[in-house]
């Protein structure tokens, strides 16, 4: 069993950064394929990046990859998402997730359906 909990979240100009943080306890986190996804009212929720267990990371798109960065701190069980130059389309609600290491080996690591463990989410709002 996992729990998660993401912080980090906020109100931000355009072209600022945030970072956000997912806090996992329970079963150790380490091993697991662990993703950020969001959400905006009225669309699909959809993945915006993933880290391996040996800490390669995989994100959407190229717009993504040029701006935010994945990372993980094994000592404390924390998953990190650091979002720079924000544009008002990134506001959406952020979720912390976590699958099978599998899920990030495969294709489709991108569909919120793999994934078993769900933080409650962290508000982003970027404003112009």
């Known amino acids: 069993q996992v729990q998660l909990v993401e912080s980090g979240g906020g109100s931000v100009q355009a072209g600022g950064s945030l970072r956000l943080s997912c806090a996992a306890s329970g079963d150790p986190s380490s091993g697991y394929c662990m993703g950020w996804f969001r959400q905006a009212p009225g669309k699909e929720r959809e993945g915006v990046a993933a880290i391996l267990p040996g800490g390669y990371s995989l994100y959407s798109d190229d717009s993504v990859k040029g701006r935010f960065i994945i990372s993980r701190d094994n000592a404390k069980n924390t998953l990190y998402l650091e979002m720079n130059s924000l544009k008002p389309e990134d506001t959406a609600m952020y979720y912390c997730?976590?699958?099978?290491?599998?899920?990030?080996?495969?294709?489709?690591?991108?569909?919120?359906?793999?994934?078993?463990?769900w933080g409650q989410g962290t508000q982003v709002t970027v404003s112009s």
């Open positions: 997730a976590v699958a099978s290491t599998h899920v990030c080996w495969s294709g489709s690591w991108r569909r919120p359906n793999g994934y078993a463990y």
